[in-house]
C-alpha cells in the first residue's frame, strides 16, 4: 500500500496493541524457539544483518525481536519502521517492508506474533512499479516447513506433462527438507488452505491464476519478470518496472505470488523444458536465499529484480 496508507494502518495496529495489552495484561507466555531474522535493503541484494535465536521470549512480536536486535527507529506510536541501522525509507517511494515465511505481512510489526521456527525478513527497498509484493522465494524451506501464523499447511505439486525429471527434482527437494507432498496435474487446483508448486513451461501455465497475476507484471503479482512471445521468451524487469534483460531459450524462473484471499502459490517454470529443469534445480536454500525471485540461464542465477550495475 502507498507510504501514506501504511502509516495510518500502522497507527491503528500501534494504537490496538497498546490497548489490548493494557486491557488484558498480557504475561509472558511459554515463548518459543528457531526463529531466524534477516535485514537487507534493494530486494535482498545488500546483506545489513541477522541473527537466529533458539530461545525466544514468550509474546514475542516482530517489532520486539527487531528492536531487540538492530538499532530501530519508529514513528507513529512505534508502529511504523523509519530506519534500521541507520538506514531510512523516504518520501521517493523507499520504505521498509517485511515478510514472515516468505509472505509479505498483513498486520503492523507490533501487532504479528512470532511463532517457532519463522524466518523474519525485513528489506528495504524501491516501491515505484508495485507497493506489493506478497510473496518472495528468499526465505525457502519456508513456507513449506512451517506456513504461516504458527499452522503448517499441506503442499501440492501441480506437474505438466512435459516436466516429470522436473517435478521430480522439486519433490525430491521438499521432502529433504521434511515437507511431505501430493502430486497431482497441473490445472487441477490444489483446493483452500494449502500451498501449491506448480511446475511446468509457461505455455503449460495458461489458465493458472498464479501466472495470469505474473502476467500483469509488478503491479499484479510483486515479480519482477515477464513472459513475452508466446512463453518463449523471458523478460526481466528492473526496480522501476523497465525491461533490463531478455532471456530467450533455456531460461528458468522461480517465483511466488498470492491474491488477496489464497496461500502463496510458487511457480517453477521456463520457457522451455529446458528452463523448467534448470528452474527447478535452483530450488534450493542456498540458491534461493533472499531473493524475491530467481531466473537462471546457462548455469548462472540471475536474482530478480534486476538491480543496476555498481
Not at 85 to 108: K, M, P, T
Not at 138 to 160: D, M, V
Not at 238 to 266: C, F, I, K, N
Not at 278 to 289: G, I, N, V, Y
Request: glycine content about 14%.
Amino acid at each position: 500500500m502507498p507510504r501514506a496508507a501504511r502509516i495510518g494502518f500502522a497507527v491503528i495496529a500501534a494504537t490496538a496493541v497498546a490497548a489490548v495489552a493494557a486491557g488484558c495484561g498480557l504475561g509472558p507466555g511459554a515463548g518459543t524457539s528457531n526463529v531466524s531474522l534477516t535485514v537487507t535493503s534493494h530486494f535482498g541484494t545488500t546483506p545489513v544483518g541477522s541473527v537466529t535465536e533458539r530461545r525466544v521470549p514468550g509474546s514475542e512480536t516482530v517489532m520486539r525481536m527487531l528492536e531487540r536486535s538492530f538499532r530501530v527507529q519508529t514513528q507513529y506510536g512505534g508502529g511504523f519502521v523509519e530506519s534500521i541501522n541507520g538506514l531510512e525509507g523516504d518520501s521517493s517511494r523507499h520504505d521498509w517492508f517485511y515478510y514472515v515465511n516468505g509472505i509479505e505481512a498483513s498486520q503492523g510489526a507490533a501487532s504479528t506474533d512470532v511463532h517457532h521456527g519463522d524466518r523474519i525478513w525485513w528489506d528495504l527497498h524501491d516501491w515505484a512499479a508495485t507497493d506489493s509484493v506478497p510473496a518472495v522465494v528468499g526465505s525457502f524451506p519456508e513456507p513449506f516447513q512451517h506456513g504461516t501464523g504458527g499452522k503448517r499447511l499441506p503442499t501440492t505439486i501441480g506437474c505438466a506433462p512435459d516436466a516429470s525429471a522436473a517435478c521430480s527434482t522439486v519433490s525430491a527437494e521438499l521432502k529433504a527438507v521434511g515437507v511431505p507432498v501430493a502430486d497431482q496435474l497441473l490445472g487441477t487446483g490444489s483446493g483452500t488452505d494449502s500451498l501449491a508448486v506448480l511446475v511446468g513451461t509457461w505455455r503449460d501455465m495458461r489458465g493458472v491464476i498464479a501466472a495470469d497475476l505474473i502476467a500483469e507484471g509488478p503491479a499484479g503479482s510483486g515479480v519482477y519478470a515477464k513472459f513475452t512471445g508466446g512463453g518463449t521468451s523471458l523478460q526481466l524487469l528492473d526496480p522501476t518496472g523497465h525491461v533490463a534483460e531478455t532471456l530467450g531459450a533455456g531460461a528458468g524462473l522461480v517465483a511466488a505470488t498470492r491474491d488477496q484471499v489464497s496461500d502463496p502459490t510458487w511457480l517453477i517454470t521456463g520457457t522451455d523444458p529446458a528452463g523448467v529443469t534448470a528452474a527447478a534445480s535452483a530450488l534450493t536454500p542456498a540458491r534461493l536465499r533472499d531473493h524475491f525471485a530467481l531466473a537462471v540461464v546457462n548455469g548462472s542465477d540471475v536474482p530478480v529484480p534486476v538491480q543496476a550495475a555498481k
